[in-house]
């Protein structure tokens, strides 16, 4: 049971996901980039801040104990921002549906990343698959 409810929780999460790349794109025509990132992390932040107080026992951050993962934590804003407002710049490059296919690289490449970080182990078919999913992908922008 705890299985499948993880399944339908991350396919809602996929689902939520993808919707945001087409909706970025349309806005993208009459918003520069750096404003949309600017709007949408607003937003996010506000609605996040609100949600911690009801889920999290009222934002729980301790300063003093956790300066390592508040620096992580920018790091992760800081590649979040380049990789959106590099997202939104190539879709005057691409259609939407091609530039969604590089997201399927998204689990080899962190599956690649987590090795390196969090020394997760990496079996051979991982790169199987990463050779499988480059070749698809090759052949779909193609």
């Not at 380049?82 to 091609?98: E, S």
Request: glycine fraction near 6%.
């Amino acid at each position: 049971v705890n299985k499948i409810l993880g399944v339908i929780i991350v396919l809602i999460s996929t689902i939520f996901f993808s919707s945001t790349i087409p909706l970025v794109k349309k806005t993208s025509e009459k918003i520069p980039p750096l404003t949309i990132i600017a709007i949408t992390a607003f937003v996010v932040f506000v609605i996040t801040f609100i949600m911690s107080f009801f889920f999290e026992n009222s934002f729980g951050l301790k300063l003093g104990s956790q300066k390592n993962s508040l620096f992580l934590l920018v790091l992760v804003a800081i590649l979040n921002i380049i990789a959106f407002w590099l997202l939104i710049l190539g879709f005057k490059y691409m259609p939407v549906w091609q530039q969604s296919m590089f997201a399927l690289l998204n689990p080899i490449l962190a599956g690649i990343l987590a090795y390196f970080i969090l020394g997760e182990a990496i079996s051979p078919r991982l790169f199987a698959g990463l050779l499988i999913m480059g070749i698809g992908l090759f052949i779909a922008i193609r």
